[in-house]
């Protein structure tokens, strides 16, 4: 038996302001206040308790402390832990629809996560390079959440349930797997011309939802820490002068208003 002075989950990872894989587990464990320790480590520390080198992972307690690595195999893990918090939709529909979508961002999209870094705190502007990979990617990645709103209102007005306003009507891992992309759009000004009113309406309910509020003040506290600095991953493109670097600050706010409202928004950060 786990002790009752501690909770049953051990969380490791590394500083989510530039993991994407450590940020979606950080989001499902907060919002739906899951109870674990956690200890995130610098990049010199993986390998002296990750031989693989690969985080996150959890510790089980009350499976002789069981490590379950994986980012989504983690999340389906606390999903069959907690089946009293509905981390997927309790609608089978619905349901299966948010483990497609997780799904297609845990293997897919390629080109953007290898053209963009995670990097929560930064923001490029300029001419920066999208290939046509990356263009085809984040058309299809806008798609896919107008598609899920779409079906999502359809299917919770059928069923006479109300509807939050995330991917697949109240929050889960599916919104969880899609927020590092969503600030990617952020950090690196990606266009949002193909972006529907119902993209950009789930779009401005993360950024100004008070959980994704609190870890966005998480993030910018390990900056604090010089040592959380990993400094290749800060400002990629320091050899073009066609390409800005800065820091966006704590006070910036995502207000719709149409489909140049990130545009906008970046227009109003602090540099």
Known sequence: MASSQQPDIHFIGVHTRYSSWTSRVEAVLEYFE???????????????????????????????????????????FLAESHPELALWPRDRQLRALARSAAAQMHSGFSAIRNSFPTNFLAHYSGNIPISDAAH??????LSLWDTARKAS?????????????????????ADAFFWPVLTRFRSY???????????LKWMAKMWNDPVFKGLAHRYHEQAKDP???IAHYDDIFRERDDIKYSVFSEDWTFSLSGRQTLL?????AVH
């Not at 000004?189 to 993209?199: I, R, V």
């Not at 906008?264 to 109003?268: D, E, N, S, V």
């Open 227 to 229: 040592e959380s600095r």
């Open 153 to 173: 209102k359809e299917r919770l007005e059928a069923l006479g349930q109300p509807d939050e306003g995330f991917l697949f009507g109240s929050f889960s891992i």
């Open 136 to 141: 085809k990617e984040i058309f299809q990645v």
């Open 34 to 76: 899951i109870p674990h320790t956690s200890k995130i480590l610098k990049l010199s520390e993986v390998k002296s308790v990750s031989p693989t080198g690969y985080v996150p992972f959890i510790e089980c307690r009350s499976l002789q402390n069981t490590r379950i690595c994986d980012s989504l195999a983690i999340c389906e």
């Open 264 to 268: 906008r928004a970046l227009k109003r």
């Open 189 to 199: 000004e990606l266009p949002l011309d193909s972006a529907s009113e119902e993209a």
